[in-house]
């Protein structure tokens, strides 16, 4: 299971398979790729790029009920918050055209990516061993309403501009806090009493 890092780090991998892909096109060498926060979009930056913006945050509800996790060795550890990153990829461009050709290119640069595995995350953030060796995030093209997406811009400020929003699914949490529970039996004792035996005489009710 990840550690709290978790978030940060999707952002940061997001951003490096656009960076990466695009020294191979010449035509986006220049481009700059940049994880936003709500007030860069009042000011984004001179030239052309794309921000990527984590909007939302929520638990997967499919997955929101975990067992608590076993180590080999029979550890336990306390169970996992599944959450899904919702992120919004916005081209930025002197003229529609650079936009438009940027979001496809940048759409079909994630669409070839869809499962981003552990190794490539770990090795793209500053902090080691964010996410377990066998661990993986999913990330899913998933559109907006054209009303969830006004009103999205418009918290924003600025005019609505040509908008790509993606899901990074079942990113688990880790808790940092001690296993919760008794610790493994290691040997069992049974209490033995004595068997009490009816008066002879007595008479059954």
């Not at 656009?18 to 096109?25: C, G, I, R």
């Not at 306390?78 to 930025?92: E, S």
Request: hydrophobic content about 40%; charged content about 20%; overall charge negative.
């Amino acid at each position: 299971m990840a550690h709290h890092s978790a978030i940060a780090a999707v952002g940061q991998a997001i951003r490096a398979l656009l960076v990466d892909a695009s020294k191979a096109e010449p035509i986006f060498a220049d481009a700059h790729f940049d994880i936003f926060q709500s007030t860069d979009f009042q000011r984004p930056s001179d030239g052309f790029g794309l921000s990527i913006y984590l909007y939302r945050i929520c638990t997967n509800q499919y997955h929101r009920n975990l067992p608590p996790r076993k180590d080999p060795d029979g550890k336990r550890h306390r169970p996992a918050l599944p959450v899904d990153l919702h992120y919004m990829l916005t081209p930025w461009g002197p003229n529609p055209d650079i936009q438009h050709r940027l979001l496809g290119w940048a759409m079909r640069v994630l669409d070839d990516t869809p499962i981003i595995p552990a190794a490539y995350i770990n090795s793209r953030d500053p902090e080691p061993n964010v996410f377990r060796t066998d661990e993986a995030v999913e990330l899913v093209f998933d559109p907006l309403s054209l009303q969830d997406l006004s009103n999205l811009w418009e918290v924003m400020e600025p005019k609505l501009q040509p908008t790509a929003t993606y899901v990074a699914r079942r990113v688990d949490i880790e808790s940092d806090l001690e296993p919760f529970g008794g610790g493994l039996v290691q040997t069992r004792d049974f209490a033995f009493g004595e068997l009490v035996t009816a008066q002879s005489g007595s008479q059954s009710p």
